[in-house]
C-alpha cells in the first residue's frame, strides 16, 4: 500500500538542516538510543552492491573526543594557514567548532569498509564514497529532525592515519565525514541562499537551461 508522506515536512527539513557550530548545549548529554534511531534511518541510504559496508563510530568518552579533536584543531590551523581568505577560514563560527570539537556531547564518524582503489576509474569512486554518504547526510537530517544539531566536516581527515590509530579503524577502513552532534539551543534553522534550480539546471544537453 502507499502511505501518503507529508510533503512539507519532509521538505522542511531537508531545507533546514544546516550546519550548527554555535547554538547548541554542550552540556547536555545525547541519548546514545536516539542516536542508534537516527543511524537505523540512515541505514535505509542506498549502498552499492547491497554491501552494507557502512560503520559509524561514535565518540562519546572523554579520550577518544580528545584524541580527534585535536587532529581537527591542527588540520583547521593547517587550513587556515594556507587559505587564510577561504570563507571557512575567516568566519568565527568555524574556528569555535574548532576549538569546541572536543567538547561536543557526541562525535560520529561515517566509515565504509573498502578503500577507493588508487587511480581507480570514476564508477568506483563514486561507487565507493557513494556508499556512505548519502548515509551520513540522512543521518544528518535524522538528527535534526529530533532537535540535534551537527555540521558535516572532513577536516580530520588530512590526518587520517593519526585518526585511524587513535579509534583502532584498520588500514582497509575508509573514513568520511564527522559529524560533532549536540542538543540544539535556539539555533534559527532556516533555508540557506542558494542558486536555483533552474541556473544549475542543464535540460539534454550541457548548459541548456530553460
Ligand atoms: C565536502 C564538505 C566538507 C566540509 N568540511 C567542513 C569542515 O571540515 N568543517 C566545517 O566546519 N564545515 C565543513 N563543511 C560545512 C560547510 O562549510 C557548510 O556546509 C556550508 O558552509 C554551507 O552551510 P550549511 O551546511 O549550513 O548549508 C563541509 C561541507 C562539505 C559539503
Not at 91 to 101: F, M, V
Request: a positive charge; one cysteine or more.
Amino acid at each position: 500500500m502507499h502511505h501518503p508522506i507529508d510533503v512539507a515536512s519532509v521538505d522542511h527539513a531537508l531545507m533546514t538542516t544546516r550546519s550548527v557550530r554555535k547554538a547548541l548545549d554542550l552540556a547536555r548529554p545525547v541519548d546514545p538510543e536516539v542516536l542508534l534511531e537516527c543511524i537505523d534511518v540512515a541505514l535505509q541510504a542506498p549502498t552499492g552492491g547491497q554491501r552494507e559496508g557502512w560503520r559509524f563510530v561514535v565518540l562519546t568518552d572523554e579520550v577518544p573526543k580528545r584524541a580527534i579533536g585535536r587532529l581537527y584543531l591542527r588540520a583547521f590551523d593547517g587550513y587556515v594557514a594556507d587559505q587564510p581568505d577561504a570563507p571557512g577560514a575567516q568566519r568565527p563560527n568555524y574556528r569555535l567548532l574548532a576549538e569546541q570539537i572536543a567538547a561536543m556531547p557526541a562525535l560520529i564518524l561515517a566509515c565504509l569498509e573498502g578503500r577507493p582503489e588508487r587511480g581507480s576509474n570514476a564508477a568506483r569512486q563514486v561507487a565507493h564514497y557513494g556508499s556512505i554518504l548519502p548515509a551520513a547526510w540522512s543521518l544528518m537530517v535524522a538528527l535534526r529532525a529530533r532537535g540535534l544539531g551537527s555540521t558535516w566536516t572532513t577536516l580530520h581527515l588530512v590526518h587520517e592515519q593519526e585518526a585511524a590509530a587513535a579509534l583502532g579503524i584498520p588500514p582497509d577502513v575508509s573514513q568520511t565525514v564527522l559529524l560533532p552532534v549536540a542538543h540544539m539551543r535556539g539555533a534559527v534553522l532556516r533555508p540557506a541562499h542558494r542558486r536555483p534550480a533552474r541556473e544549475v539546471t542543464f535540460w539534454n544537453r550541457w548548459g541548456t537551461t530553460r
